[in-house]
T-cell receptor
Framework: KQEVTQIPAALSVPEGENLVLNCSFTDSAIYNLQWFRQDPGKGLTSLLL?????REQTSGRLNASLDKSSGRSTLYIAASQPGDSATYLCAVAPHSGNTPLVFGKGTRLSVIA | NAGVTQTPKFQVLKTGQSMTLQCAQD?????MYWYRQDPGMGLRLIYY???????DKGEVPNGYNVSRLNKREFSLRLESAAPSQTSVYFC????????????FGPGTRLTVL
């Protein structure tokens, strides 16, 4: 059974710092991996999707990498801002196309001004 | 283009009452999902519909039923609500073939007294 782990559960950094959020999964046979952001009391917003054949994806100050063989993904946030404060969730799709995601429990990020 | 919409946003039920959570998407997606989110447990899959006319159980289906009414709509029914079903419920959808990027609705916050 696929399991997804995110460490640390919470992280607090000063504004302007570059930071890395970690995600690990137990079964390397994934179809893709998706990073989400969730603000308190809100739904999930998709940030980046990495297909199993890709090594990384970038969007603005965000960069996500994928190492399938080691079962790891990282989300790099450059020059963090207070507006980046949220919970970041990692999820993997175990099979192709239309299978549900398996989620980690998230990392709660606080960026202090 | 509203994406994924859910109604209601909030609901309070008494034990034993029934209700239906509604979800609709306007992205012509094939696959739809229902998750629940609880503190410390993360997001867990209740039911999903890989395509119109099909539904499958997820990790925590007991106490719930679903209906894929058409390609746009996927409803979740609680026949006899229990306090253990107090949670935030999220509906999601994905194209469901080549690219399994999931998009989430804003959620329904349900309290069962």
């Amino acid at each position: 059974k696929q399991e997804v782990t995110q460490i640390p559960a919470a992280l607090s950094v000063p504004e302007g710092e570059n930071l890395v959020l970690n995600c690990s999964f137990t079964d390397s046979a994934i179809y893709n991996l998706q990073w989400f952001r969730q603000d308190p009391g809100k739904g999930l917003t998709s940030l980046l999707l990495i297909q199993s054949s890709q090594r990384e994806q970038t969007s603005g100050r965000l960069n996500a990498s994928l190492d399938k063989s080691s079962g790891r993904s990282t989300l790099y946030i450059a020059a963090s801002q207070p507006g980046d404060s949220a919970t970041y969730l990692c999820a993997v799709a175990p099979h192709s196309g239309n299978t549900p995601l398996v989620f980690g429990k998230g990392t709660r990020l606080s960026v202090i001004a | 283009n509203a994406g994924v919409t859910q109604t209601p946003k909030f609901q309070v039920l008494k034990t034993g009452q029934s209700m239906t959570l509604q979800c609709a998407q306007d992205m012509n997606h094939n696959s739809m999902y229902w998750y629940r989110q609880d503190p410390g447990m993360g997001l867990r899959l209740i039911y999903y519909s890989a395509s119109e006319g099909t539904t499958d159980k997820g990790e925590v289906p007991n106490g719930y039923n679903v209906s894929r009414l058409n390609k746009r709509e996927f409803s979740l029914r609680l026949e006899s609500a229990a306090p253990s079903q107090t949670s935030v419920y999220f509906c999601a959808s994905s194209e469901g073939r080549l690219v399994n990027e999931q998009f989430f609705g804003p959620g329904t916050r349900l309290t069962v007294l």
